[in-house]
């Protein structure tokens, strides 16, 4: 069940900020780009990286970046 994990608490909250930070920094329609490429079927993403197509960095890139940037808000 969605929701039922200890983690939610923990899950919807980091998503809803990763989320947030990337429209924020990056725009909403790239936001909206990443989520239709992340869409497509596998075959098709491990030929072109969503996040590298649409904001230029890896997912491991801007994660640094996100987490940064939470850190800075303390």
């Given amino acids: 069940n969605i929701g039922s994990s200890d983690k939610t608490n923990i ?3 980091a998503s809803g900020s990763f989320c947030g ?3 924020e920094r990056y725009t909403l329609q790239k936001f909206r780009d990443a989520y239709i490429l992340e869409n497509r079927d596998s ?3 491990r ?3 969503t996040w ?3 904001y230029g ?3 491991d890139e801007l994660e640094k970046e996100w ?3 939470i850190g800075q808000k303390r």
Avoid: G, M
């Fill in 11 to 13: 899950a919807y909250p």
């Fill in 21 to 23: 930070f990337l429209i």
């Fill in 43 to 45: 075959e098709k993403k």
């Fill in 47 to 49: 030929e072109k990286d």
């Fill in 52 to 54: 590298i197509e649409v």
């Fill in 57 to 59: 960095k890896s997912i």
């Fill in 67 to 69: 987490l940064s940037h």
